[in-house]
């Protein structure tokens, strides 16, 4: 049973720059893995940012990256907005399957 | 554009059944993979199932197998999970979605577009 661990919450200044990463117990994330990020603010529907690690959609701002670093996968955001303040999911393919991590709530402060 | 519709969700008591429906437009249908996606209230997300773009391959995720079943019907652009045996612990508002690759792998390569949801609570 694969488990996909993400960071619970991190906080981050109007401007600055934060990465969450997303990490497997079933060894290093790779782009086999292919990676998704989402976004889900409170009472919508979940939007998507990221996929197969490094694709952007055509709605995704400039200002979110996906990429691996280490054996993780990351999705890093630069010159955060207020507006970004939110939850965050990866989605990891493993093994005939798809699994969410719990999330990353992410504070604008 | 793109546009995901659910519905079908409702009460349900344990043990029953419910068919989940999703009705897609704004891109050509058969040449995409789709997903039931789930979120329990006040918790994640978790994926559920996919079904390729032509119908021939399905994945679930553990905890469903045996007792869900995604299809699809291609002639009416129409994505369905029949839900049987539930379970208290498979309240949640469904989610369809749909993969962002054409004619992609069997097991796809995520999510793009949503619908807005149906909600399901399973309780006597």
């Known amino acids: 049973q694969t488990v996909v661990t993400q960071e619970p919450s991190v906080t981050v200044s109007p401007g600055g720059t934060v990465t969450l990463t997303c990490a497997s117990n079933t060894g290093a994330v790779t782009s086999g893995s292919s990676a998704n990020w989402f976004q889900q603010k409170p009472g919508q529907v979940p939007r998507s940012l990221i996929w197969?690690?490094?694709n952007k959609h055509s709605w995704t701002p400039a200002r979110f990256s996906g990429s691996l670093v280490g054996d993780k996968a990351a999705l890093t955001l630069s010159g955060v907005r207020p507006e970004d303040e939110a939850d965050y999911y990866c989605?990891?393919?493993?093994?005939?399957?798809?699994?969410f991590g719990g999330g990353t709530r992410v504070t604008v402060l | 554009q793109v546009q995901l519709v659910e519905s079908g969700g409702g009460v349900v008591q344990p043990g029953r059944s419910l068919r989940l429906s999703c009705a897609a437009s704004g891109f050509t249908f058969n040449t995409y993979g789709m997903h039931w996606v789930r979120q329990a209230p006040g918790k994640g997300l978790e994926w559920v199932a996919i079904i390729s773009y032509d119908g021939s391959k399905t994945y679930y995720t553990d905890s469903v197998k045996g007792r869900f079943t995604i299809s699809r019907d291609n002639s009416d652009n129409t994505l369905h999970l029949q839900m049987n045996s539930l379970r208290a612990e498979d309240t949640a508002v469904y989610y369809c979605?749909?993969?962002?690759?054409?004619?992609?792998?069997?097991f796809g390569h995520g999510l793009d577009y949503w619908g807005q949801g149906t909600p399901v609570a399973v309780s006597s």
């Open positions: 197969l690690t490094t």
């Open positions: 989605l990891l393919y493993s093994g005939g399957a798809w699994v």
């Open positions: 979605a749909k993969d962002p690759l054409k004619f992609g792998y069997s």
